[in-house]
């Protein structure tokens, strides 16, 4: 059955994983994200301005 041969019976304790890459990949994602949107409403303005 699946999880019989897990022989570390240490208890999880909350908060002891390293997430620093979770962190910087989540960074990207919201840099990116914001970026992404600002150009879209760039082009928006730019669009709107020059009546496209």
Known sequence: MAGDDHQDDTPHVHGTMDVSTQEKTFAGFVRM????????????????????
């Open 33 to 52: 994200t914001t970026w992404g949107a600002g150009i879209a409403i760039g082009i928006l303005i730019f669009m709107a301005l020059v009546n496209a």
